[in-house]
Nanobody, 115 residues
Framework: QVQLVESGGGLVQAGGSLRLSCAAS????????MSWYRQAPGKQRELVAR???????NYADFVKGRFTISGDNAKNTVYLQMNSLKPEDTGIYYC?????????WGQGTQVTVSS
C-alpha cells in the first residue's frame, strides 16, 4: 500500500523560509506526477506546484518566484522550498502523487506564517 509521509511544516515569520518534504513508500514504480497543494481555513484546496515526469514544472501564480519544487523520481520524493513567506501562505500543505493512474495524498503539514 502506497503511503506518503510529509515533514517540514511549522511556524515562521513573514519573509522567512521553510522546506517541506514528502516521501512515498510501498511502490516500486516512479510517480507520474508529484505535487503540492494547500488549503487555507475556509477555502478550497488549491494547487501550489507540480512536477510531471520528473521534468515539467508548473507553479501557481501566487508562488512564482518564491517557491521551488524539486523531486527525485527514483526515490519518489518531492520537496517544496518556500521563501519570502507571507501570512496568506498559511494553511495545511498536502503532497499528492499520481502513480499508475491512481491518486495518493499525504496527511498534510501545517504552515503558519505570522505577520
Amino acid at each position: 500500500q502506497v503511503q506518503l509521509v510529509e515533514s517540514g511544516g511549522g511556524l515562521v515569520q513573514a519573509g522567512g523560509s521553510l522546506r517541506l518534504s514528502c516521501a512515498a513508500s510501498g511502490s516500486d514504480f516512479s510517480a507520474d506526477a508529484m505535487s503540492w497543494y494547500r488549503q487555507a481555513p475556509g477555502k478550497q484546496r488549491e494547487l501550489v506546484a507540480r512536477v510531471t515526469s520528473g521534468v515539467f514544472i508548473n507553479y501557481a501564480d501566487f508562488v512564482k518566484g518564491r517557491f521551488t519544487i524539486s523531486g527525485d523520481n527514483a526515490k519518489n520524493t518531492v520537496y517544496l522550498q518556500m521563501n519570502s513567506l507571507k501570512p496568506e501562505d498559511t494553511g495545511i500543505y498536502y503532497c499528492h502523487f499520481r502513480l499508475r493512474s491512481r491518486d495518493y495524498w499525504g496527511q498534510g503539514t501545517q504552515v503558519t506564517v505570522s505577520s
